[in-house]
């Protein structure tokens, strides 16, 4: 499995939530989401999980977690989020061939162990699976293999990022199912959202 994570770096990380909450608190909450879909990718327990780091590896906190957790790390490469992914899935399938890949952000905090194993099983029988985002995009790819066309010629961080990969997995022919939709928590409205999920949650 593939963590796509950036450094919790102020001004660098949630930088939507930070006109409403500032910049320190928006890398404190990159920090936490970070955690929690490390948590959910190890408890699914579906063999290795790597976490591609942004910038570079380099930063306190992904330096912390390799020493913690023994995390296999890797550099994001240059480019685009696109070109990123694709450099991801590029290195999975070339390390574990015939090893189903499932492609994950740190932006949707409701994304649990369940969703992982469903989307897993999916993929004996699909090309691709999706969890769609609510915003227009997605907060999983999984691929039962390599398909670099997928990340190409995508507008990412738009509404059409969802449309555009069915385009690309319709135009080659490849079989697909989508699961139930999730949403990602990337504005001010996304936050209080969460936060009321979670005080709905405990018991009073």
């Given at each position: 499995m593939?963590?796509?994570?950036?450094?919790?770096?102020?001004?660098?990380?949630k930088t939507?939530?930070i006109?409403?909450?500032?910049?320190?608190?928006?890398?404190?909450?990159?920090?936490?989401?970070?955690?929690?879909?490390?948590?959910?990718?190890?408890a699914?327990?579906?063999?290795?999980?790597?976490?591609?780091?942004?910038?570079?590896?380099?930063?306190?906190?992904?330096?912390?977690?390799?020493?913690?957790?023994g995390?296999?790390?890797?550099?994001?490469?240059?480019?685009?989020?696109?070109?990123?992914?694709?450099?991801?899935?590029?290195?999975?399938?070339?390390?574990?061939?015939?090893?189903p890949?499932?492609?994950?952000?740190?932006?949707?905090?409701?994304?649990?162990?369940?969703?992982?194993?469903?989307?897993?099983?999916?993929?004996?029988?699909?090309?691709?699976?999706?969890?769609?985002a609510?915003?227009?995009?997605?907060?999983?790819?999984?691929?039962?293999?390599?398909?670099?066309?997928?990340?190409?010629?995508?507008?990412?961080?738009?509404?059409?990022?969802?449309?555009?990969?069915?385009?690309?997995?319709?135009?080659?022919?490849?079989?697909?199912?989508?699961?139930?939709?999730?949403?990602?928590?990337?504005?001010?409205?996304?936050?209080?959202?969460?936060?009321?999920?979670?005080?709905?949650?405990?018991?009073?």
């Open positions: 593939a963590v796509m994570a950036k450094a919790p770096v102020a001004g660098l990380a939507r939530l006109p409403a909450i500032g910049a320190a608190a928006a890398a404190r909450l990159q920090r936490r989401f970070t955690l929690e879909a490390l948590a959910a990718a190890r699914a327990a579906m063999g290795p999980v790597r976490l591609w780091c942004a910038p570079d590896a380099g930063h306190r906190f992904f330096r912390a977690l390799r020493a913690r957790c995390l296999e790390m890797a550099p994001q490469s240059n480019g685009g989020l696109g070109a990123r992914m694709a450099a991801a899935s590029a290195a999975h399938f070339h390390a574990n061939p015939g090893l890949l499932l492609i994950i952000g740190t932006d949707c905090p409701l994304l649990a162990p369940g969703h992982l194993h469903v989307a897993a099983r999916a993929l004996a029988t699909h090309d691709a699976v999706l969890i769609p609510e915003d227009g995009g997605y907060v999983l790819l999984g691929l039962a293999r390599h398909l670099p066309g997928v990340f190409e010629g995508i507008d990412w961080s738009t509404p059409q990022v969802l449309d555009q990969t069915r385009e690309r997995l319709r135009a080659v022919g490849l079989r697909w199912c989508e699961l139930a939709p999730l949403w990602d928590v990337d504005e001010p409205a996304d936050l209080r959202r969460l936060q009321s999920l979670n005080a709905r949650s405990i018991p009073p």
